[in-house]
């Protein structure tokens, strides 16, 4: 059996370093251990949380040069927008059918619109929310990948999976590979600008695609305390700290280490690392410069991508249509 990775990455917001120290780039590195990888453009996902249409779109563009500034070939790997793909929808349905509601109420992401709730606890829930992880077993099952790199937070989502594969299978006959999840660890959470976990939810993001000046103002925005120059300072629980060790090698790090019990001043300590964030980010900054003006080629790649999926997903459901009943009458 071929091994597989699949990944995706919902297209809302502007992808930040969070995404691509945690997703995007253990992503492309895993892709050099298994036979086939698959990345895709969840865009589907993003209209369950996002009715605007200029920021679905716009972020769509975003995470396809998030994902090619950053090392994506897409000669080595399958590349593809999530919509240009029907197929996914039409096994989703299939799959709803077979899907407990039970499983669906369990999961984390409803529960925690729901509890927020009052007296109508399914207030402003959308049975887009509901069934969230049924659109993403479909996007896993639809190629029976073997390994999917996900977040902590999606561990769930991928036990899901397994689960409605397995019934599936059982109902009808062995057609999907369960899953495996390759987690993130969680010392691997990258901090944002106030300390907290990254996240666009939290408007504490530094953006993958900026300018080196943009990347310098944002560095400068990191919430230190207020010892100042020549006072020792401690890295443990220190957001610049976290941040460097994300970029530095090991005895870049002691050095560092070093200069906290120096006392370096935090201007000196976000100079070092906006140098060492700043590294990384050329190469990945010169390959976004150079595509950001060619919408056609970024359209034109994503659309050879989904062709060469779809004939792999145009026979997987014709097998299953057929499993089910739902083929020519003889
Ligand atoms: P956000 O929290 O900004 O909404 P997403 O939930 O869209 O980010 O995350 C997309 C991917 O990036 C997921 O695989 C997630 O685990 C990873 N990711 C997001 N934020 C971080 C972070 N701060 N540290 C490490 N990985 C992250
Ligand atoms: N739900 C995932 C997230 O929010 C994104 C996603 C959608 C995904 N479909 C997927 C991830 C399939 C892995 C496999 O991060």
């Known amino acids: 059996m071929k091994k597989r990775i699949l990944t995706g990455i919902t297209t809302t917001g502007t992808p930040h370093i969070g995404n691509?120290?945690?997703?995007?780039?253990?992503a492309l590195k895993l892709a050099e251990d298994f036979d086939e990888s698959f990345y895709f453009l969840a865009d589907y996902h993003a209209i369950?949380?996002?009715?605007n249409k200029s920021e679905v779109s716009e972020s769509v563009k975003n995470v396809a040069l998030a994902w090619l500034s950053s090392g994506l070939d897409p000669n080595k790997s399958f590349f593809y927008r999530q919509s240009d793909?029907?197929?996914?929808?039409?096994?989703?349905?299939?799959?709803?059918?077979v899907t407990a509601k039970g499983l669906m109420n369990r999961s984390h992401a409803y529960k925690a619109?729901?509890?927020?709730?009052?007296?109508?606890?399914?207030?402003?829930?959308?049975?887009?929310?509901?069934?969230?992880p049924v659109l993403m077993a479909a996007d896993i099952l639809m190629f029976n990948a073997t390994h999917v790199p996900v977040g902590a937070d999606q561990i769930q989502h991928i036990e899901m999976t397994r689960d409605i594969a397995g019934r599936f299978n059982h109902l009808y006959k062995?057609?999907?590979?369960?899953?495996?999840?390759?987690?993130?660890?969680?010392?691997e959470t990258v901090p944002g600008l106030d300390g907290q976990k990254m996240s666009k939810?939290?408007?504490?993001?530094?953006?993958?695609?900026?300018?080196?000046?943009?990347?310098?103002?944002?560095?400068?925005?990191?919430?230190?305390?207020?010892?100042?120059?020549?006072?020792?300072?401690?890295?443990s629980n220190c957001t610049v700290f976290s941040l460097y060790k994300h970029f530095a090698t090991q005895q870049m790090v002691e050095e560092f280490q070093e200069d906290y019990?120096?006392?370096?001043?935090?201007?000196?300590?976000?100079?070092?690392?906006?140098?060492?964030?700043?590294?990384?980010?050329?190469?990945?900054?010169e390959k976004y410069n150079e595509?950001?003006?060619?919408?056609?080629?970024?359209?034109?790649?994503?659309?050879?991508?989904?062709?060469?999926v779809r004939v792999i997903a145009q026979e997987m459901i014709s097998s299953i249509r057929s499993s089910i009943g739902i083929n020519k009458i003889s």
């Open 291 to 308: 595509l950001y003006s060619d919408n056609d080629f970024i359209n034109d790649l994503l659309s050879d991508g989904s062709k060469k």
């Open 20 to 26: 691509y120290l945690g997703a995007i780039k253990p």
């Open 261 to 285: 019990k120096k006392g370096i001043s935090w201007g000196d300590a976000k100079n070092k690392l906006f140098d060492c964030i700043n590294l990384e980010m050329i190469p990945i900054r």
């Open 201 to 235: 939810s939290y408007g504490n993001i530094i953006p993958l695609l900026s300018s080196e000046k943009q990347l310098k103002k944002s560095v400068a925005k990191i919430v230190t305390n207020s010892l100042e120059p020549g006072e020792p300072k401690d890295s």
């Open 113 to 132: 619109a729901t509890t927020v709730n009052k007296e109508d606890e399914d207030k402003g829930i959308t049975m887009g929310l509901f069934s969230y």
């Open 174 to 187: 062995k057609t999907f590979v369960l899953p495996e999840a390759l987690i993130q660890s969680k010392d």
């Open 85 to 97: 793909v029907p197929e996914i929808l039409e096994l989703s349905w299939i799959l709803n059918c």
């Open 48 to 51: 369950i949380k996002n009715s």
